[in-house]
């Protein structure tokens, strides 16, 4: 079996002494696929350093490697906050209103692709299988092709792909995409974004792209496919069953008192559509005022990129309209809004979820939504809760028996609600029933076997490129 070297903006892999089973998502996905094929996860520490110098500091939990470097203040102003998360991030979230172009962004984008390639390279050995995740990295294959690397390199986007009427705002898009090219393989969360992406390709670079996957560039030649990634569905039962996520089931009914909770759970974020949110359950209070005191949303919302000022304005905004909605409509015994700005382990959201008889996750557009999965993986099978789910998530595609909503739609957001309170119990379980199904067998495991094997086929840099 080849060692599997994975390469990602942040190293995150699980950890004995991580609280609450607190580690990212994507750490849970590839943590055992890095034990499987005794690999090697390289990327930035998050820790900051004067100058450069492209020490390795190499460690090992649980059976994984991690190598991670330390990157200077201005790379993480121009690579991370900036293109990134300035220019990348709202323009995939089809937020060019947000987007910001600024010449030292991609420079510095380009200096820490090539810094990583710089680094990471001399680790590949010859028969290695490399994968690369997500926005921040998309030219590293070019640059480690550039350094000689020969090995089948994989790349996969957990964000949306934009239309290419969106796209051609980029400057330089054609570049960024042609670098795309010396993978081997491609992946996205869904058709959608595969399709755009194939649209671009065609349009804009006059490629090939054949029904079975295959894209051709003039010599270039590359596999494009959709790998919904999914949740580890087993690892999440045990948080369910967990005795910290009893407690947290337990907290969430007693402050309940009886009244209906819907959740939302993001992380705070303009592309999770959230004053949308907000302003729907607004409605809700409006044209249902004999609900009033008999439910409450809990926004569990994190915040993230204090560093980037849009996510401040965000965060004033939904502090000023949930006050707003709190003092309008709340009683004595009574608020409608509980907003919480911080971050909960997997086992305390597990039992949340499962308290929780309705979730309203409405995003305006999301690469996959994995809380949508997570959610209906907690709920109790003689009673579950019901999923009120944007359109727009990737995982819209697959969870076809949610109430699915238009998030820009204030009515819909409202009519979803009074559904889902109003839904008698045996078309709850039988929704549930199928959601669940979906979410057990498209699970990680699928997601990493399925894109780590059709790397493992494709021809390699000395046949495609």
């Known amino acids: 079996m080849s060692r599997l070297i994975v390469i990602s903006n942040r190293v995150s892999a699980p950890r004995a002494d991580s609280p609450n089973g607190a580690q990212g998502g994507l750490a849970v996905a590839l943590a055992a696929a890095l034990r499987d094929h005794k690999g090697l996860w390289f990327g930035w520490s998050g820790e900051k350093i004067e100058t450069f110098t492209g020490h390795i500091d190499l460690q090992r939990y649980g059976g994984v490697t991690t190598a991670t470097i330390d990157l200077e203040a201005q790379d993480v102003d121009e ?9 990348l991030w709202p323009l995939f979230h089809y937020r060019i209103d947000l987007a910001e172009y600024d010449r030292s962004f991609a420079g510095g984008y380009e200096r820490v692709n090539t810094r990583f390639a710089e680094t990471v390279a001399p680790l590949i050995d010859a028969d290695d299988l490399v994968w690369v995740h997500d926005y921040h990295l998309i030219p590293l294959g070019q640059q480690l092709r550039e350094r000689g690397i020969r090995n089948r390199i994989g790349f996969f986007l957990h964000i949306p792909w934009p239309p290419s009427r969106l796209l051609v705002s980029l400057p330089f898009h054609e570049g960024l995409v042609l670098s ?5 393989v491609i992946g996205f969360q869904t058709v959608e974004w595969l399709d755009s992406f194939r649209h671009y390709v065609e349009r804009e670079l006059g490629g090939q792209c054949d029904p079975d996957g295959t894209i051709r560039v003039g010599d270039r030649v590359v596999h494009a496919a959709a790998y919904p990634r999914g949740i580890d569905y087993a690892e999440f039962e045990q948080s369910v069953a967990s005795h910290r996520a009893s407690q947290a089931f337990d907290r969430m009914r007693r402050s309940a008192e009886g009244r209906t909770t819907i959740i939302g759970v993001d992380r705070l974020d303009y592309s999770k559509g959230l004053e949308e949110r907000f302003l729907g359950y607004r409605r809700f209070l409006e044209e249902h005022s004999d609900e009033r005191g008999r439910l409450f949303l809990l926004q569990i919302a994190p915040p993230s990129r204090g560093e980037v000022a849009t996510y401040e304005e965000i965060r004033e905004r939904l502090d000023e309209l949930s006050g707003r909605i709190n003092g309008e409509f709340a009683e004595v015994d009574w608020v409608p809004i509980r907003y919480v700005n911080q971050g909960y382990g997997r086992e305390d959201l597990a039992g949340f979820y499962r308290a929780a008889q309705i ?8 690469g996959m939504n994995l809380v949508a999965k997570e959610y209906v993986a907690a709920q109790d099978p003689e009673d579950p809760g019901v999923l009120i789910l944007s359109r727009f998530a990737g995982a819209a595609l697959q969870l076809k028996e949610a109430l699915l ?4 739609s204030k009515d819909e ?19 549930w029933q199928a959601l669940n199904e979906i979410v057990k067998r498209e699970d990680v495991l699928v997601w990493r076997r399925n894109f780590v094997s059709a790397l493992e086929g494709s021809r390699g840099a000395g046949d495609g490129h």
């Open 180 to 184: 795309m090219l010396a993978y081997d």
């Open 413 to 431: 957001i409202s009519d979803a609600i009074l559904q889902a309170l109003d839904m008698p119990r045996e078309e709850r379980i039988r929704r």
């Open 359 to 366: 979730a309203l996750i409405t995003p305006l557009r999301d």
């Open 405 to 408: 909503v238009n998030p820009y």
């Open 79 to 87: 690579y991370y906050n900036g293109y990134a998360n300035r220019t």
